[in-house]
C-alpha cells in the first residue's frame, strides 16, 4: 500500500458513494482504473444494481486497461449472477493489480473474488481504506449478515429537543436549507420511513424534490392499525412511487384492502406489546431487498428503534428556538434507569446549515 493506493481509493470510494439509494439490494461500489499514473476508467454500480462497478470503469477504459491497475471498493463478484463474474472481467481485459478495499460478505463471493484473480497472476492487496468502505458498504453488509438494512434516525427538533408544541404544532421548526439537506439525504437511502403519528400529522409526500433524481427512494409507513387517511398524500402518490406499509395482525381488512388497492405494498409484521416489534420491522424490510433506511420520526418510532439498539447513524437538525416541557419529545420512552445503559454514538460531523446546526451522530463500529 502506498500513498498512491489511498488516493486513487478515496476517488473509487467517492465514486462509490454516487450510487447510494440506487442500488439495493446490491452494494454501491466504485472503481478506478489507472494505467501510467492516468486515470483510464471510473464507474460506479448502476441504477438497480447492474451493471456492477467494474464492466463501467473497464468499458471507459478499452484496451488501456491491459497492464493497468484497478482501485475497487469492494471485492469483485466471482458469482455468475445475472451478469458474468467481474473478477473474469478485470482477467479478460489483462488487469495486471488490485487494489480492494474490503473482502465482499455474500457467500457467493466471500474471497473466492480474490482467489480467482491470484490464480490469473494478478497481484492483489487489500485492506486500503477499509473502515470507510465499511461505513460506505455498512447497509449491505447488515443485510447479508443480519437481515436488515441500516438505519439512519434523522431528528429535526428544537434547542430544547421537542418536534411539535402541545397542540400539535410542527410546520416548521427547522429552516429551507436545512430542508433541502434532508432531501440530499433521503436520496442516499434506498427507503424513507416514517411511523403513523407522524404520517398523519404532517401528511408528508417522502420524496426527493428539486435535486433532479432517477429513481425515488420508497417510501415506509409503520402503522399498526392502518389507520391512516386515504386521501393522503402517501396515498395519493402510491401508484407512482412505492409505497410500503408495516402493519400488525389486528389491521382491520377492509383497510388493508383499499391500501393495497391504492397500489401501496403490505408487509406484515410481528407485534411487541402494544407496538410493531422493530426487529421484525428490519427484518422484513430487509427481505424485500433494502440496505439503507432513513427514518424521519415520529417519537414513538425513533424511541422503539433506539430502545431496540438498531439505530446505526443519528442525525440531528437544531433550530434555534425552544419549545418547552408541554413541547412532543423528539424521542419518545425508552424505559431507562440507568445512565450506562443508554445508547451512545460517537459525533463525527457538525456545521451550521442555513439557521440550524446539523450534527451526526455513528454507533461505534
Ligand atoms: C461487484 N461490483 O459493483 C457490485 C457487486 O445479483 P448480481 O448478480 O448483480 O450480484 C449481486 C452481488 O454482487 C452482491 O450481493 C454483491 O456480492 C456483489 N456486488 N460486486 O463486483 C459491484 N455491486
Ligand atoms: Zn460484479
Not at 22 to 36: D, F, K, Q, R, T
Not at 192 to 202: E, P, Y
Request: hydrophobic share 45%; net charge neutral.
Amino acid at each position: 500500500m502506498n500513498a498512491a493506493d489511498i488516493r486513487y481509493m478515496a476517488l473509487a470510494l467517492s465514486l462509490g458513494r454516487r450510487g447510494q439509494g440506487a442500488c439495493w439490494p446490491n452494494p454501491s461500489v466504485g472503481c478506478v482504473l489507472v494505467s501510467e499514473g492516468r486515470v483510464v476508467g471510473r464507474g460506479w454500480t448502476q441504477p438497480g444494481g447492474r451493471p456492477h462497478a467494474e464492466p463501467v470503469a473497464l468499458a471507459q477504459a478499452g484496451d488501456l486497461a491491459r497492464g493497468a491497475t484497478a482501485y475497487i471498493t469492494l471485492e469483485p463478484c466471482a458469482h455468475h449472477g445475472e451478469t458474468p463474474p467481474c473478477c473474469d472481467a478485470l482477467i479478460a481485459a489483462g488487469v495486471a493489480r488490485v487494489v480492494a478495499a474490503i473482502e465482499d460478505s455474500d457467500p457467493r463471493v466471500a474471497g473466492q473474488g480474490f482467489a480467482a484473480l491470484r490464480q490469473h497472476g494478478i497481484s492483489v492487496t487489500t485492506g486500503v481504506l477499509a473502515d470507510q468502505a465499511a461505513r460506505d458498504h455498512a447497509g449491505f453488509f447488515l443485510r447479508t449478515e443480519q437481515g436488515r438494512p441500516l438505519v439512519t434516525l434523522k431528528l429535526a427538533s428544537s434547542f430544547d429537543g421537542r418536534i411539535a408544541t402541545g397542540t400539535g404544532q410542527s410546520q416548521w421548526i427547522t429552516g429551507p436549507q436545512a430542508r433541502r439537506a434532508v432531501h440530499a439525504m433521503r436520496a442516499r437511502h434506498d427507503a424513507v420511513m416514517v411511523g403513523a403519528g407522524t404520517a398523519r400529522a404532517d401528511d408528508p409526500s417522502l420524496t426527493v424534490r428539486d435535486l433532479g433524481i432517477q429513481r425515488q427512494p420508497v417510501r415506509v409507513v409503520v402503522s399498526r392499525h392502518l389507520d391512516l387517511p386515504l386521501l393522503g398524500q402517501l396515498a395519493r402518490s402510491a401508484r407512482e412511487i412505492p409505497l410500503w406499509v408495516c402493519h400488525g395482525d389486528a389491521a382491520d381488512a377492509e383497510r388493508l384492502k383499499a391500501w393495497q388497492g391504492m397500489g401501496a405494498r403490505l408487509l406484515p409484521c410481528a407485534v411487541d406489546g402494544m407496538q410493531l416489534d422493530p426487529v421484525d420491522i428490519l427484518q422484513q424490510l430487509g427481505q424485500a431487498g433494502l440496505t439503507r433506511v432513513f427514518c424521519e420520526g415520529g417519537s414513538a418510532l425513533a424511541g422503539s428503534l433506539l430502545a431496540a439498539d438498531l439505530v446505526d447513524e443519528l442525525i440531528g437538525f437544531t433550530a434555534g428556538l425552544t419549545i418547552g416541557a408541554e413541547g412532543l419529545p423528539a424521542i419518545g420512552a425508552l424505559g431507562l434507569d440507568r445512565l450506562d445503559a443508554a445508547p451512545r454514538f460517537q459525533l463525527i460531523e457538525t456545521r451550521p446549515v442555513g439557521d440550524d446546526i446539523l450534527h451526526r451522530w455513528q454507533r461505534a463500529l
